[in-house]
T-cell receptor
């Protein structure tokens, strides 16, 4: 069964606008971590933001924030003030279990974001 | 401080051949994970190495094997290549300690099997 679901295959957003990328997850573990990565056309996966299942505050990193709704099992990424350099593929990922420092990452199918002038 | 480096960046192999991909982790990192990313899909976990042992393995056949060296660098070997093995192979390194959750990825090796 799919553990991470990203329902938006692609999105267009205008420069300086905010964009929300959806991510829902499926786990029966109480301890897990949620990640967002950016993958430009060069291929490298760039870490953006992390949310632990026990973290009470929503994670923020600069222009990135994670809207964590535990009961709904959603972990949406919000990018504020979009820039042309934000055009890339964005992946939501989850690491299950108490192994919060290691263990496999399970990725969604990704959302392609194109920022237009 | 060098990040995760992978070699080669691109590779073309013939069906049935064998291939070895290499990964040097970020300085100070002791754990290396390998992922396969087919075109248009998210990465799929192959396996993870820690202290020169395979610690966790995804749903990949035995044709996929690996190794970790004392300096923490790692190799991914794929035998009897199939056309379906064509993908971007990503290496990620991390540090096995409490609350160091971040995994750093390399730029990947793009393997084409013809």
């Amino acid at each position: 069964a799919q553990k991470i679901t990203q329902t938006q295959p692609g999105m267009f957003v205008q420069e300086k606008e905010a964009v929300t990328l959806d991510c829902t997850y499926d786990t029966s573990d109480q301890s897990y971590g949620l990640f967002w990565y950016k993958q430009p056309s060069s291929g490298e996966m760039i870490f953006l933001i992390y949310q632990g299942s026990y973290d009470e505050q929503n994670a923020t990193e600069g222009r990135y924030s994670l809207n964590f709704q535990k009961a709904r099992k959603s972990a949406n990424l919000v990018i504020s003030a979009s820039q042309l350099g934000d055009s890339a593929m964005y992946f939501c990922a989850m690491r299950e279990g108490p192994t919060d420092s290691w263990g496999k990452l399970q990725f969604g199918a990704g959302t392609q974001v194109v920022v237009t002038p | 401080d060098a990040g995760v480096t992978q070699s080669p960046t691109h590779l073309i192999k013939t069906r049935g051949q064998q291939v070895t991909l290499r990964c040097s982790p970020k300085s100070g990192h002791d754990t290396v994970s390998w992922y396969q990313q087919a075109l248009g899909q998210g990465p799929q976990f192959i396996f993870q190495y820690y202290e020169e042992e395979e610690r966790q393995r995804g749903n990949f056949p035995d044709r996929f094997s690996g190794h970790q060296f004392p300096n923490y660098s790692s190799e991914l070997n794929v035998n009897a290549l199939l056309l379906g093995d064509s993908a971007l192979y990503l290496c990620a390194s991390s540090l096995d300690s409490y609350r160091t959750y971040e995994a750093f990825f390399g730029q990947g090796t793009r393997l084409t099997v013809v």
